[in-house]
């Protein structure tokens, strides 16, 4: 955790970025860098009839970090992805309480 999915992003520009990115994030987040996943879903895309190209949309899964890191996390993928030569992007989080998320039956707010 986080958790990233990257949508219109192809798995070989991913790869490009990965290392750079998770270490930004990872100083950002004061997490190690193995807390970190980040997931290419490949998706098709249909409007009007067609199969069109992905709009570049990622999405964080992770525990709030506050406003401010939040900010900061966003402009950083951002950075990265449009490093790709990505004129646009969007990034969209969805934080989950630590009371809600377990690991091997065990919640979070337990520890």
Not at 27 to 38: I, K, M, R, V, W
Request: proline share 5%; charged share 25%; glycine share 4%.
């Amino acid at each position: 955790m986080p958790h990233l999915f990257l949508r219109g992003i192809s798995v070989d520009q991913t790869k490009e970025i990965s290392v750079p990115l998770i270490k930004e994030l990872a100083e950002l987040c004061a997490c190690g860098e193995e807390n970190f996943t980040l997931e290419v879903v490949q998706s098709t895309f249909v409007f009007n009839q067609n199969e069109v190209p992905a709009y570049p949309f990622i999405e964080v899964k992770w525990f709030d970090r506050g406003k401010d890191i939040q900010n900061q996390f966003a402009k950083a993928v951002t950075k990265h992805v449009q490093s790709l030569g990505v004129p646009e992007i969007e990034v969209a989080f969805t934080a989950f309480l630590e009371a809600d998320y377990y690991l091997n039956g065990k919640s979070f707010a337990e520890e």
